[in-house]
Antibody, heavy 114, light 109 residues
């Protein structure tokens, strides 16, 4: 059974760093792209970027380029989304998905507040 | 930057056909994908590559694409189909930069 399991909810302060994870199982992790999607409270889906764990080829949305870093560790079948300095506007639910979205993680809620 | 445009809302009565459109300049060359998202849940893929239906998705869901418009059709919509629907595609730059449409709230009542 294909599963994507994301790390738990986070509460952070502005300026702090954060790395959330997405662990895949039940399929060949290195053979499928993993995508990250943001959903701000009460808003629509926003495509952030994708990574191919087989060779770490990464593509970003222009809206998120330079704002986040997407990475993967194929040895443990895990993809990551990280911030070096969080802002209040990063408060959102973040989903990973096996791209183009046939399987999704349960989402990680990130709250950034002083 | 590339945009996909959807109507904010569509409303039908149970048993009627619901059509949700998605327009984008690159759609003649790029596939459209459709996702259903119910309140508080992760999205679910309902149509991929314009018109293919994943296993487990009811046959009443279908997709088509012509020119710069992709359409999700729900034939005989049911109350449980009430959800937000998003189209997704990529731009034509070759960089595989994806984008979602703004979403359409489908009301079935």
């Amino acid at each position: 059974e294909v599963q994507l399991v994301q790390s738990g909810a986070e509460v952070k302060k502005p300026g702090e760093s954060l790395k959330i994870s997405c662990k895949g199982s039940g399929y060949s992790f290195t053979s499928y792209w993993i995508g990250w999607v943001r959903q701000m409270p009460g808003k629509g889906l926003e495509w952030m970027g994708i990574i191919y764990p087989g060779d770490s080829d990464t593509r970003y949305s222009p809206s998120f380029q330079g704002q986040v870093t997407i990475s993967a560790d194929k040895s443990i079948s895990t993809a990551y989304l990280q911030w070096s300095s969080l802002k209040a506007s990063d408060t959102a639910m973040y989903y990973c998905a096996r791209w183009p979205g046939d399987y999704w993680g349960q989402g990680t809620l990130v709250t950034v507040s002083s | 930057s590339y945009e996909l445009t959807q109507p904010p809302s569509v409303s039908v009565s149970p048993g009627q056909t619901a059509r949700i459109t998605c327009s984008g300049d690159a759609l003649p060359k790029k596939y459209a994908y459709w996702y259903q998202q119910k309140s508080g849940q992760a999205p679910v893929l309902v149509i991929y590559e314009d018109s293919k239906r994943p296993s487990g998705i009811p046959e009443r869901f279908s997709g088509s694409s012509s020119g710069t418009m992709a359409t999700l059709t729900i034939s005989g919509a049911q109350v449980e189909d009430e959800a937000d629907y998003y189209c997704y595609s990529t731009d034509s730059s070759g960089n595989h930069s994806g984008v979602f449409g703004g979403g359409t709230k489908l009301t079935v009542l």
